[in-house]
């Protein structure tokens, strides 16, 4: 969790050009800006899928063979992260080459994290999303300046309001995810709350890190049930008693009840992220066979 914090207030996250990457051919380059994006598969009807921050060292030294070894697990669904406002993903990979990778070994790239930006910085991301083929263009965080009172919580949903306007322009849904910091009360507020009112259904949607909506103190059922039909995604992943991580369904949090008002008020995709960073696939296929056991009929 830490690290992951660190990683992305050091803007490594959200700034792709930023990442310490190895050295790509010419070929390579040449491959993943001509070879076009293959007609995806269909969608699976649970709805689950993997987003690949859980296997990020591995893509980083593999990308191609990691993605296969998430397909051989039986992931159909996949979420990206690091789409930068230079329009590449990962600051290396086109976004039809990345979701030819995706597409090629069976799964579909329904979505992806990008960087918090400017609705006036947001042509390259929304154009690359557009390439890529994904359905939701998703910003997981809110740099540190932008939210140190109510008013710039407002500022925040009212660029997220115009980003999402820019990407309804061209079919795709925008959306935002939580950490734990949104659910701290700022001025008799619940920012999180704050987001979602001051957001306009139609333009921004919500991705709810069950982890961390947990960690923040507030309860995933009431948010979902509180706020029906804005919550169209979930981060699947489980806490242990001492609120680090767990292996999905072997820790704290009540997935049954959070799953059954999914359900009731419209989720359409569960994306498991395990952020450990031992036993990799092992950890992320223990979530995925706890989740295909749960009944999202």
């Known amino acids: 969790m830490a690290n992951r914090r660190n990683f992305i207030k050091t803007g490594t996250y959200i700034a792709a050009g930023s990442l310490i990457l190895p050295v790509i051919s010419c070929e390579q380059k040449k491959k993943e800006s001509t070879e076009a994006v293959p007609p995806p598969p269909p969608v699976n009807k649970m709805g689950v899928g993997l987003q690949v921050y859980s296997v990020r060292n591995q893509l980083t030294e593999d ?18 992260y690091g789409l930068g406002t230079d329009g590449k993903f990962l600051g290396q990979h086109d976004a039809t080459y990345y979701a030819k990778v995706v597409n090629d070994l069976g799964m579909k790239l329904v979505a992806t994290h990008c960087g918090y930006f400017s609705h006036d910085q947001a042509t390259a991301t929304i154009d690359a999303a557009k390439a890529a083929g994904v359905e939701y263009l998703v910003t997981p965080y809110i740099p540190d300046q932008l939210r140190t009172n109510i008013d710039g919580y407002k500022a925040v949903a009212e660029n997220l309001n115009k980003i999402g306007e820019l990407c309804n322009a061209v079919g795709i849904k925008y959306g935002y995810h939580n950490h734990a910091f949104e659910f701290e009360k700022m001025e008799d ?4 709350e704050v987001l979602i009112q001051e957001t306009q259904a139609g333009l921004v949607t919500f991705e709810a890190d069950l982890f961390w909506t947990t960690m923040g103190g507030y ?16 981060h699947v992943k489980d806490a242990n008693a001492e609120k680090g991580e767990a292996t999905v369904g072997q820790g704290t949090i ?14 359409k995709y569960y994306f498991i992220e ?15 066979e706890y989740m295909k056991a749960q009944d999202f009929a």
């Open 274 to 288: 395990d952020e450990r960073e031992e036993n990799v696939f092992e950890n992320v296929k223990a979530d995925f």
């Open 189 to 192: 507020q619940i920012p999180m």
């Open 219 to 234: 309860d995933p059922v009431q948010l979902v049930k509180k706020y029906p039909g804005r919550i169209s995604l979930f």
């Open 254 to 267: 009540d997935f049954k009840s959070i799953f059954e008002a999914g359900k009731e008020h419209g989720l």
């Open 63 to 80: 990308f191609e063979g990691t993605m296969k070894k998430v397909a051989d697990i039986g992931f159909e669904l996949i979420e990206g």
